[in-house]
């Protein structure tokens, strides 16, 4: 899997984005998709993943009611949807692939480049 990322920008508190990230090797759907964030100073930290088949999802309880993941096999995509988003969202969101959720930070994961969210108020 190889994976861009994209949809990052300059938005206003309060406002919408759209992550998306995309998968040039068109093996996404073998995967649990995720997305991260690290923010200037501190540690990096999940926020959402959606299982293979897309009916399971998981949100960090900071983003949980104002982030939706999903993702479209048949176009290799994965999405977070982010509303109502604040100025402490400000990050560098990582998209991520892997067997589960917990090898996404291990060995087995694959990892875009990143793209930043910066949100202010």
């Known amino acids: 899997v190889q994976l861009q990322a994209s949809g990052g920008g300059l938005v206003q508190a309060g406002g919408s984005l759209r992550l998306s990230c995309a998968d040039s090797?068109?093996?996404?759907?073998?995967?649990?998709m995720g997305w991260f964030r690290q923010a200037p100073g501190k540690e990096r930290e999940f926020v959402a993943a959606?299982?293979?088949?897309?009916?399971?999802?998981f949100y960090s309880d900071s983003v949980k009611g104002r982030f939706t993941i999903s993702r479209d096999n048949a176009k290799n995509t994965a999405y977070l949807q982010m509303n109502n988003l604040k100025p402490e969202d400000t990050a560098v969101y990582y998209c991520?692939?892997?067997?589960?959720?917990?090898?996404?930070?291990?060995?087995?994961?694959?990892w875009g480049q990143g793209t930043l969210v910066t949100v202010s108020s």
């Open positions: 991520a692939a892997a067997p589960s959720i917990a090898a996404m930070t291990g060995a087995s994961g694959s």
């Open positions: 090797t068109r093996t996404l759907s073998s995967y649990t």
């Open positions: 959606i299982n293979r088949s897309g009916v399971g999802t």
